[in-house]
């Protein structure tokens, strides 16, 4: 994959939570892919995956739907995880969807 944007962020208003998406990478066959990465020390405790909550991901949406505001057609796309326990990264393709 070939990455497009880190850190994009965006705002939602004074008051209220913006999003951010850790990653934005372009895949061989066209799909965006929009990464959260997770970090842990351990797994306990349900470990980096399980600590991307609805609300995470809410955010995670609302950065990306904006971020495809800047294509007619918008490509392909889905969301991942990728998390990092300890030593052990587990990449997550499609772990939610919008």
């Known amino acids: 994959m070939k990455l497009v944007e880190r850190n994009y962020r965006v705002a939602r208003g004074p008051h209220a939570h913006g999003?951010?998406?850790d990653l934005i990478l372009r895949d061989a066959d066209g799909t965006l892919v929009f990464a959260e990465v997770r970090?842990?020390?351990s797994?306990?405790?349900?470990g980096a995956a399980a600590s991307v909550t609805p609300t995470k991901q809410r955010r995670c949406i609302l950065a990306a739907r904006h971020y495809l505001l800047r294509f007619g057609a918008p490509?392909?796309?889905r969301f991942d995880v990728?998390?990092?326990d300890g030593d052990q990264i587990?990449?997550?393709p499609g772990a939610?969807?919008?």
Do not use: K, M, Q
């Not at 797994?43 to 349900?46: E, K, R």
């Open 19 to 21: 999003g951010e998406v």
């Open 39 to 41: 970090s842990r020390a």
């Open 43 to 46: 797994a306990s405790h349900g």
């Open 75 to 77: 490509p392909p796309c």
């Open 82 to 84: 990728v998390a990092i």
């Open 90 to 92: 587990t990449w997550l």
């Open 96 to 98: 939610f969807s919008a």
